[in-house]
């Protein structure tokens, strides 16, 4: 393959000297040697068989290049496939003729000889066409000396057909799961352990299949059922109650759920991934592959189901969507963008589309809004198409200064590229908007934040969500049931059992909380409910965590009596909960010293740059109650002396990033305007230097600037990104500022505007 003797030494050096010691206790023991070199797990390993597979890769290559071996192309336009390589796992194309089936061989032999790796006809298999002749597979058979198969029930861990019973082609997932479910079921777990094992293991069984296929309903449902009874407890036919419905429980933590998966959600979520990845990833061989066979002539969004489509092509249309409803259109020069038809206002919720179409504009594109000389919105003519909030919406998209094509991304993360986590949070958040047309409370959200905040147990935060949702089997909620008939507390005999007498107002629990002056309030404060009582704790600032370790002791100590086992008095319980509390702050104190590193804290003050280069400050600030925005530009030498400063006020309110990435474009056109030619452009926004230091694919709007200031970057000899703290920015973010309070553009030689004179004498009083 041509690699360097030298280099050659040096792998083949680590692949003979290794050597392995086994832990005994945590302590080093032995001295193993083995005699063929590395093991599979070897963090070198999978990097040589990488190697070695780009030789055979480069032998089928040739033999293909020569007119030796012929591929096959699923359809006219298609790419020809002469070999798919995934790890070991290889399949193999050619013509069904003797002739190129000894190539093949020939091929495989000389990779063999090189690379000491040999084919396993144990697990090789020879697959023919239907138009190939018997006599033909009998010789090719012979050849290469293994049997034939009509078809692999699955290959990769996936089923290579789906027919019309498409439940029964995927059960094969919901017996793996069960076989999980029936392996735990004997182990005594709370339901926080529970919690732990259902999204890390059982959640992730069906998630490989779910990024090809879409899975029958039914099966997501059956799916479910089994995660449900294993998560409140129920073993073999011993019912047990549901006590939050499953729609709930599928909702985040922050509104009150669990944070289970929607798994028929989720597959779509997942399936949009690959119709992005089709829309986006246009030189890989998937979308080769799937544009020649099913959108040639158009692109994923715009094609249509059709009748001979495989099950794999109708699910990613599926996810395609999902994409349809939440992807933004990003404007470059808006000539693909109708105005009234295309989702491209930058909202996050409906209604997404302008509203009131005029009959002179019904089908123009957004390109007639933008003054294509200045490469800013026609204001006036935006003012008078649209109402003013989204006039003020259309005004706030910022416009590249070069040419730039129109481009979809995904509006719910910060690159703009489409990301499954993203897809099922805007599928869920959309879902709950049909279902309740609102968005929940803030003060619901900072509750449950606080719950789930607390630092205790899990098994306490999980009792204190029950308990807030009212789904602990109290008296009153069994009564409910028909569970029982008497809903009357056995501790006092008076009152109804319910979540906020069983564990703070019944009179037997005087004891527990009346003796701690945290609770003083108890006896002269009236609730409605646990959730009145939760949410006034947080409220006012109370110790929710004493409060939720005494309220889960004070339960599991009547669980005990009631069963006549061995429990705390109720005079011991809020000595006991203390001293538990006390104990678990340790743990955290002690786990927390292990882990922590020693950080050193930045400099944040203005350093200079090194001789003949001069360093660029940039900043910018909004103001949204002006609808206004602000940049400022300092540049300065090696001695910290100012060589010149701007200030520039932009008519729009945009967001943070993209005022700093147009504050970065504005300082590189000042410092090109003067002339230099080797400098380093400094910031204080950490996302615009990063993503300017790693050229990552950005597809929001502030991408496109962002491709303005790297076009930019290209007019100067020498350019360095450097990041600094808010305090080594201090002139630029004082400019900025000012810019706010200006008509235009302004700018000053060799000085600054006077107010800000005190702030360059402070920088350079710190040089000395």
Not at 143 to 155: D, H, L, S, T
Not at 318 to 347: F, M, S, Y
């Amino acid at each position: 393959m041509g690699f360097n003797e030298r280099w050659i030494q040096l792998i083949m050096g680590c692949v003979k000297t290794v050597s392995y010691s086994v832990l005994v206790n945590g302590e080093p023991c032995g001295m193993i040697q083995p005699t063929r070199g590395i093991r599979q797990g070897d963090p070198l390993s999978p990097f040589l068989f990488l190697l070695c597979t780009e030789g055979l890769n480069g032998l089928i290559k040739k033999a293909e290049n020569n007119g030796e071996i012929h591929g096959f192309s699923l359809c006219r336009r298609g790419p020809k496939l002469t070999h798919l390589l995934f790890a070991d796992d290889s399949l193999l194309f050619c013509r069904a003729t003797i002739e190129e089936c000894e190539k093949v061989l020939e091929v495989l032999n000389m990779y063999e000889e090189a690379s000491g790796q040999k084919v396993n006809k144990n697990k090789t298999a020879l697959f023919f066409s239907k138009c190939t002749p018997s006599d033909v597979r009998h010789e090719i058979k012979v050849a290469f000396g293994v049997p034939e198969i009509m078809q692999y029930e699955r290959y990769l861990g996936l089923p290579s057909f789906v027919g019309k019973r498409k439940k029964a082609s995927f059960n094969y997932i919901k017996e793996k799961i069960w076989r999980k479910l029936q392996g735990w079921e004997g182990k005594l777990l709370s339901q926080a352990g529970r919690e732990v094992l259902l999204k890390s293991i059982i959640q992730a069984i069906p998630t490989y299949t779910m990024g090809c296929f879409k899975l029958p309903i039914g099966l997501c449902h059956e799916i479910e059922a089994l995660i449900k009874k294993f998560w409140w407890g129920q073993r073999g036919d011993r019912r047990k109650i549901h006590w939050v419905k499953w729609e709930e429980m599928t909702k985040s933590k922050s509104v009150g759920g669990m944070g289970f998966r929607d798994l028929t959600m989720y597959n779509d979520s997942l399936l949009a991934k690959q119709a992005w990845r089709l829309l986006h990833n246009k030189t890989s061989l998937f979308y080769k592959v799937f544009k020649a066979r099913f959108f040639p002539n158009t692109t994923i969004m715009e094609a249509v189901d059709s009748r001979m489509g495989s099950y794999a092509w109708k699910s990613i249309l599926r996810g395609r969507d999902v994409i349809q409803r939440g992807a933004t259109w990003r404007v470059g020069n808006g000539e693909k963008i109708n105005i009234w038809q295309q989702r491209w206002l930058p909202r996050k919720h409906p209604p997404y589309l302008p509203i009131c179409p005029i009959q002179d504009f019904e089908n123009s594109s957004v390109s007639c809004l933008i003054d294509q000389s200045t490469r800013q919105w026609k204001a006036d003519l935006v003012d008078g198409l649209f109402n003013e909030e989204d006039a003020e919406l259309v005004k706030s998209i910022p416009l590249s200064q070069g040419e730039a094509e129109d481009v979809l991304f995904w509006p719910y993360t910060k690159n703009g590229v489409y990301t499954c986590k993203s897809g099922y949070r805007f599928l869920k958040e959309e879902a709950e908007r049909e279902v309740t047309n609102q968005v929940p409370p803030l003060r619901d959200k900072n509750m449950w934040k606080a719950i789930w905040s607390m630092q205790v147990p899990q098994k306490v935060k999980m009792f204190i969500w029950r308990a807030r949702r009212n789904a602990i089997p109290t008296k009153h909620a069994l009564m409910r049931r028909t569970i029982t008939e008497d809903s009357t507390c056995e501790r006092c005999q008076s009152d109804v059992e319910d979540p906020l007498h069983a564990l703070w107002t019944c009179t037997k629990l005087d004891v527990v909380w009346n003796d701690h002056a945290e609770w003083d309030f108890r006896n002269s404060t009236g609730f409605l409910d646990f959730k009145q009582l939760v949410s006034w704790l947080i409220t006012e600032g109370k110790n929710l965590n004493l409060f939720a370790l005494t309220a889960w002791s004070v339960w599991n100590q009547r669980n005990r009596a009631r069963l006549q086992e061995p429990a705390n008095d109720l005079q011991q319980i809020a000595v006991a909960a203390k001293s538990r509390l006390d104990d678990f702050y340790m743990s955290i104190q002690r786990r927390d010293s292990q882990g922590r590193r020693a950080t050193h804290t930045a400099q944040s003050h203005w350093r200079p740059p090194p001789r003949e280069v001069v360093k660029v400050n940039f900043d910018g600030a909004t103001c949204s109650q002006e609808k206004t925005s602000g940049v400022g530009v300092v540049v300065r030498d090696m001695n910290g002396l100012v060589l010149a400063s701007c200030a520039k006020r932009i008519h729009q309110s945009v967001k943070a990033m993209e005022i700093e990435a147009m504050a970065a474009a504005t300082a590189l056109t000042f410092a090109k305007d003067l002339g230099f030619q080797r400098l380093i452009l400094e910031g204080d926004s950490l996302e615009v230097i990063q993503a300017l230091l790693e050229r990552t694919e950005t597809l929001t709007p502030t991408g496109l600037l962002l491709e303005d200031v790297r076009s930019l970057s290209q007019n100067f000899d020498l350019l360095l990104y450097s990041h600094t703290k808010r305090d080594g920015n201090a002139v630029a973010h004082s400019l900025a500022k000012y810019a706010l309070r200006i008509p235009d553009f302004l700018a000053w030689m060799e000085d600054v505007p006077t107010h800000i004179q005190s702030i360059v004498q402070a920088d350079l009083a710190l040089l000395h």
